[in-house]
């Protein structure tokens, strides 16, 4: 198997998941992948730097690229969001725990000042499909904060109780509630998600 500094990431966010943001080494890194440190460091230049890339990665690379931020409705943001979640969930050759995978994102923001800041900065973007689809009529005139950090929320979701979860029923649930959120703040003018 060839290591790649995309395998490197996919192994460190995927043992974050499993062990946790803190508990992660580069140690057991190289032992998941069977590779020498001097790879690990060739590609990163240190473990904060490695852990740094690997969430924005799997946090928010694939969520604001290859979209018109300026154009693009919220439905079909949204839907663009469940897509690339549904890919990220599947790291590699192993599939994440949805709220596992928010645990990480929470300790994160929490542990490492850059990726709080790389957050905010993205979250802005996303607030400005907000903005632009109260603007354009589709969602009813309501606070964009209010609207943002509701889907946030939603998908930021760490904990289940209502029923003993497994990731696809969670998933499942996060994706039900994100379209039912969507139907109470759509226009009357604009026609149901789902």
């Excluded at 996919?10 to 043992?15: G, K, Q, R």
């Excluded at 928010?60 to 931020?69: A, E, H, K, N, S």
């Excluded at 890919?87 to 725990?97: A, F, P, Q, V």
């Amino acid at each position: 198997m060839k290591i790649t500094r995309e395998k490197i990431l996919e192994a460190a966010f995927f043992l974050m998941v499993e062990t946790g943001y803190d508990d992660i080494s580069i140690g057991d890194i190289q032992k998941f992948l069977g590779i020498s440190r001097g790879l690990l460091y060739f590609y990163f230049k240190n473990k904060e730097d490695l852990v740094f890339h690997a969430c924005r990665h799997f946090f928010f690379d694939g969520y604001l690229t290859d979209i018109d931020l300026e154009n693009i409705t919220l439905k079909d943001f949204l839907i663009h969001v469940v897509k690339v979640e549904d890919e990220l969930l599947r790291c590699g050759e192993h599939t994440i725990d949805i709220l596992r995978y928010n645990i990480v994102y929470s300790r994160a923001i929490l542990r490492d000042e850059r990726f709080k800041k790389y957050s905010i900065e993205e979250f802005t973007k996303a607030m400005m499909v907000i903005r632009n689809a109260k603007l354009r009529g589709e969602i009813k005139d309501l606070s964009e904060k209010f609207v943002g950090a509701t889907l946030l929320s939603i998908l930021g979701r760490t904990t289940y109780i209502t029923k003993t979860p497994n990731g696809d029923y969670v998933k499942k649930r996060i994706v039900e509630d994100i379209w039912n959120f969507y139907n109470l703040i759509k226009s009357d003018k604009t026609p149901n998600a789902y």
